[in-house]
């Protein structure tokens, strides 16, 4: 296991990776070039999506600890910080962003049960992820129901608005019934998390709660798994919950504290998958850039033409100021310092768009070359278009921040 030993939590800004930093951004860059890379295309093109998990580079990652990034050394993780976190994620995500995927929505998870989870709970679910050395210990959350994901965390009073799975209260027992969509990781995770009712009476933001659970609990199982436009590498699927039986202890948190228990990981969730975003934008960024310079058109390189120069000059700044906000949200979430919920979800909304704008602007590079599957500029397009969509519609993210501001 890759190991950060000391906790770096700092008031003052620097700009500057530390040694150890570096360290894991040149592991998580070799892991990308050696194990993900050479696998990508290949895993994108695979037709049955069921048959399109990266199995071996995941146990690698695992090997190397990547899952137990944030989770502290006194579980046996590696300690590290958001600001780590979101060096890791970028990295993977050039490789690959579904396959980075498969680490975001785990790690996620580390974080939402380390921030709301009692101190048997964090024993019980983090130590056996981070002495994981197959794999197998992956984690999947289930909020997203058939009727949408904006529509789970409705904010308005009437009752019959919001989530629809529900866990009735039976002794020291809940009973769940309901059904998740789109999620990450189903199908080959170890341990669950999933957003429930707990009280149909009362309005939807106050009856929440979010219950974990392994995945070979009775009356679970798996549905349909998504055959997607991009994030190929990612196993997105149905939960379903048929009288599953989870004891009280399976509660994270209070009962109706399920949102707070996912606010509690707006920072993660912004970090992580703005992370992402910088990353295959970057990715997308550096194959335009060097055809640019190589493409020859009327005797001179294609980037000596303005129109190109100013685009990639652009897609740069984009690529800059992108992650910029997500470092500055890493750093303001290891400092405690957070300004509430806007600078998180802006650190997940700004990249996402980001990345659709850079990924299509470097095809656009590469003209018809760039729209054939020999280059991996149409692969980043399609991988870039489901930011906006998941962890939070930008839409419905946007309209929550207008709220707040
Ligand atoms: C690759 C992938 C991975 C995913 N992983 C997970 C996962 O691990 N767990 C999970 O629970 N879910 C997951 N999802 C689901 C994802 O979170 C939802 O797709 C997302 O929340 C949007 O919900 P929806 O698709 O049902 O769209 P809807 O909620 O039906 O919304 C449709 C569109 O309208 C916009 N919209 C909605 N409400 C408003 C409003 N009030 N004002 C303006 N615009 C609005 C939305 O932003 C969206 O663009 C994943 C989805 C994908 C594609």
């Known amino acids: 296991m890759f190991g950060l030993t000391e906790a770096r939590h700092t008031n003052v800004i620097e700009f500057e990776l530390s040694e150890e930093q570096l360290q894991l951004q040149d592991t998580a860059r070799r892991f990308a070039e050696n194990e993900i890379m050479p696998v ?8 049955d999506p069921r048959q399109s998990y990266p199995k071996e580079v995941i146990r690698k990652g695992f090997e190397l600890g990547f899952q137990s990034i944030l989770v ?9 910080t958001p600001l780590e976190y979101a060096i890791l994620l970028e990295e993977l995500a050039v490789g690959d962003i579904g396959m980075a995927n498969a680490f975001h929505a785990t790690i996620t998870l580390t974080e939402m049960i380390l921030k709301n989870g009692s101190e048997q709970q964090r024993e019980k679910w983090l130590r056996p992820l981070c002495d994981d050395q197959s794999g197998a210990y992956l984690i999947g959350f289930g909020a997203t129901e058939p009727s949408g994901g904006t529509e789970i965390f409705c904010p308005r009073p009437d009752p019959k608005l919001g989530t629809r799975t529900t866990a009735v209260k039976n002794g020291n027992h809940y009973i769940i019934n309901g059904r998740k969509t789109y999620t990450s990781n189903a199908s080959v995770s170890k341990l669950y998390g999933v957003l429930v009712r707990t009280d149909i009476t009362k309005p939807n933001a106050e009856s929440c709660s979010v219950f974990f659970f392994p995945a070979d609990t009775p009356g ?42 996912i606010r509690r990981v707006y920072d993660s969730n912004g970090v992580g998958t703005g992370a992402m975003a910088v990353g295959v934008a970057r990715a997308a960024y550096e194959v335009a850039l060097g055809y640019a310079k190589e493409r020859q058109v009327w005797g001179e390189s294609l980037k000596s033409y303005q129109a190109i120069g100013n685009l990639l000059v652009d897609m740069r700044a984009d690529i800059e100021m992108a992650r910029l906000l997500v470092r500055r949200v890493a750093w303001q979430s290891s400092n405690h310092c957070s300004e509430g919920s806007i600078p998180p979800n802006m650190a997940k909304v700004y990249p996402a768009e980001m990345a659709r704008r850079v990924t299509i602007n470097a095809l656009q590079v590469l003209g018809g070359a760039g729209y054939m599957k020999d280059y991996p500029t149409e692969k980043y397009v399609r991988d870039a278009m489901v930011l906006p969509i998941i962890s939070g519609g930008n839409e419905a993210l946007k309209y929550f921040m207008s709220r707040d501001l």
């Open 220 to 261: 679970f199982s798996i549905g349909r798994i998504e055959d997607k436009m991009g994030h190929r590498a990612s196993m997105n699927g149905e939960l379903i919950f048929e009288s599953v039986k989870l004891p009280r202890e399976y509660l994270l948190g209070e009962e109706g504290g399920g949102f707070d228990a």
């Open 40 to 47: 990508a295309a290949s895993t994108d093109r695979i037709a």
């Open 72 to 80: 502290p050394e006194k579980y046996g993780g590696m300690g590290g």
